[in-house]
């Protein structure tokens, strides 16, 4: 996991205007500030999703966010580890990758 910080320009833009702290893509964390080990972890789960579902985890995303919003988002919920997805592998994904 690569951790991008910009406290400035377009990223940071986006985040704030979406009220996001962060947004991960593929194994690129990006934040508007640097984050603390509740929100690593939370990010940590959307790279083990993104391994598990390779290129279809922004489209899968994209239409659950459509579909669920961002609350009741079935990956959101995973990675704040209140929602089971992956079969024997959500217990690895509670740990921080390395």
């Known amino acids: 996991m690569f951790l991008y910080v910009s406290d400035r320009g377009l990223s940071r833009w986006v985040l704030s205007r979406r009220g996001y702290a962060a947004i991960t893509l593929g194994h690129v964390v990006v934040a508007g500030r640097t984050p603390g080990p509740e929100l690593l972890r939370h990010e940590a789960h959307h790279v083990h999703q993104y391994e598990r579902l390779g290129l279809a985890f922004?489209?899968?995303?994209?239409?659950?966010?459509?579909?669920?919003?961002?609350?009741?988002?079935?990956?959101?919920?995973?990675?704040?580890?209140?929602?089971p997805l992956f079969a024997g592998a959500d217990a690895q994904s509670a740990q921080p990758h390395r």
């Not at 919003?69 to 929602?83: K, T, V």
């Open 58 to 83: 922004l489209p899968l995303y994209l239409l659950l966010y459509r579909r669920h919003g961002y609350a009741r988002h079935p990956l959101e919920l995973h990675a704040a580890e209140r929602l």
